[in-house]
């Protein structure tokens, strides 16, 4: 084959190619995690991130979580945007000071609340983003362990604000 024909079906191959793509319908855009199925037995109030007093040092989420649904579902993850990781842990009193854990899975319960609060189970934000400012909001997403999702956003307030 001569170069002269291999060049015209090369061309030939590329343009139908884009004949083709033109024909198809626009593709779905690939999920993202906010496309990911919700939840709507779970409710989330008075969500807050605290950040801390040294910038760069973790910043603590609390929330207030209402559970109606199927039993036997746990909190899978917490991921809140801006974050390098999330984790979840306990305080908890041992040999007299005060310690923090990283909880175990957190089971919900048809009809019972689950507090994150100061002094008890809050997630940690680690590498917290520069951009997080007192007075903003910040995305969170927690994922149970069937997979669904709920994103809420957060009240962004400085250290020393009301937990």
Excluded at 52 to 80: C, E, K, M, Q, R
Aim: overall charge negative; some cysteine; charged content about 15%.
């Amino acid at each position: 084959m001569t170069m002269m024909k291999r060049a015209a079906l090369a061309t030939l191959g590329v343009m139908s190619l884009f004949a083709l793509a033109a024909c198809a319908g626009e593709a779905e855009a690939p999920a993202s995690e906010a496309e990911a199925p919700a939840n709507p037995t779970l409710t989330i109030d008075n969500a807050r991130l605290v950040l801390a007093p040294v910038a760069g040092n973790p910043a603590a989420l609390y929330f207030d979580l209402s559970y109606s649904g199927p039993p036997s579902l746990t909190i899978d993850s917490i991921a809140v945007e801006g974050a390098g990781m999330s984790m979840i842990h306990q305080t908890a009193e041992k040999n007299g000071a005060m310690t923090m854990t990283q909880a175990a899975p957190v089971a919900l319960i048809n009809g019972e609340s689950v507090v994150f609060a100061s002094g008890g189970m809050h997630v940690m934000a680690m590498q917290p983003s520069a951009d997080w400012k007192a007075g903003g909001r910040v995305n969170v997403t927690l994922t149970l362990s069937d997979g669904t999702a709920d994103i809420f956003a957060a009240d962004v307030r400085a250290a020393g604000e009301e937990r």
